[in-house]
């Protein structure tokens, strides 16, 4: 289904035009583009001297609190408060917005706008473009249609958006628009050496202990093919670091030269680990990760296995080895 | 001096329009711009039925190898061969094109074309333009003037000179017109995310292996403002790994929250370093590198050090201190 075209920006311009007052929420563990799209759109309703709360159930991280208007975002809804309309953005589903979903339905219309081509179309209003790179993409072209003028504070939101969710123009969803809006918000006043440090290069000092650590893991299968690392509740402790800091390390499991798929298995608690798994392009990990009841992806997946270290690792070592066999023979 | 407007593109494309036969050259120990600029000069000179020659004194680093017409590039002068012109691509100084450089200069009208503000116009066409993010930026506006179309092999080399000479667009050398260069060539083809997999996620298995151990190598000082990493010989015969798989290293040490230098020693002989000194922003490390004999720029600069590894490591730290002592005081 070309979810695109069954409803438009046009919908969504007509409810901002003839309201006073909204809602702009994301989901939650929000990242760059959730927190990037929900402030590019607040500000921008409040460029239209419109009443705007922006809402996240869970705070915004520590790296992306420098965003213009963080400060203002709201964690709890307040329970007498009816808006003209509420916003989602970068949700695909509706449990996504958190256990406060319930309480935003009744608030008044359900404007969904989203570039997950899985988006179960939970508004009143859905607006799906699964080819914008970023929902913060989709927030500049609804801005540009109403129009509204994109002052510098909105256009760090939209550039932050568009150069995470791009994963610094390197993803495959990256287009010739991504790198138009980019070059669009630059010269609005964005200085992307000041975005990729605050964004990219900010470890904290136990963030590049622990990978040291868990580097020291690292173990090769399949005739270098598959590669795992492996990140214990010990590790853990012992670094005072959060589960968190771990994002992103499978990477390094990926990047080795020859090596198809990357697995980082991490204690969630004792007896269970959390899996990450990624491609380089050939192999579909989801469809590994849904052996499992998990899911995502063809590059990017997870799930969760209970049993011990030695149980899981030949779980998803032998999984991951067979679907790289059955891909071959294709 | 804006030397920007002493000699332009006309002068470069009169040359093309009337000779035949051309070489292309760049820098010693090239990197992605310098391969990337020759080979999108030398088939953009191809596309006009020209005869080039692409000439780099050192090999195509193995990551550039996959770029279109990497494979034609020759590493010795023709003694007996006299060109139309000579194009020197990316190459601040005349001895950065390397040992040849005089057989070079008597084979034809040397046209330099370079982004370095320090260059030292040693050609007889000069034309240097500080504000191009990468000479790749330059070879797109001559042959845009020229003009040639670009076809996807000149696209696939273009975009990674200007991918790899902006950090991935995250340098404050990425400018709006950075971001549109690059979204052209995406409209002609390239692939960023095939790209960016050759240019940075392709590690040797070494290489993670060796990175491990440097990190534990991990000392702070100056209250976290100075991060030190340091890399022996010892360590790079364990790793069996060169010694430029180092490169960027160093970047995990400014990289930690609240780090205002960086520095990796490496080991270059028995008693003497190779120190590489990074800034987030505010430091002058180029300053910090002159004390010892060094340079470079003032967020990457380095030098070379002999003594023990606790006299070196004494050295620079204490520079690096007594720098951001005086920065704070000014």
New interface residues.
Partial sequence: MDRKSEQTFRHAVEEIKKGKSFLVASHVNPEGDAVGSTLALALGLKELKKDVTAYLYDPVPATFRFLPFADKVVHKINEDKIYDAIFAVDCGQRDRLGEEFDKIRNKGKLINIDHHATNDCFGDINIINPDACAAGEMVYDLLKEIPVAITLDIAINIYVSVLTD???????S???????I???M??LGV???DI??RV??????YK??L??TV??T?E?SNN?KVALLVVTLDMLNKAKASKEVVDGFV??A????GVEVGILLREAKPGEYKISFRS??RIDVAKISEEFGGGGHKNAAGCNIKGSLTEVKEKVIGAAEKKIYETAAI
């Fill in positions: 791009t994963g610094s123009f390197r993803y495959s990256t287009t010739p628009k991504s790198f138009n980019a070059g669009e630059v010269k200085e992307p050496w990729a440090q990219y290069e900010s470890y904290p000092l590049l202990k990978l040291a580097l020291n690292l090769l270098g990477n390094y990926r990047t080795i030269d380089k392009g």
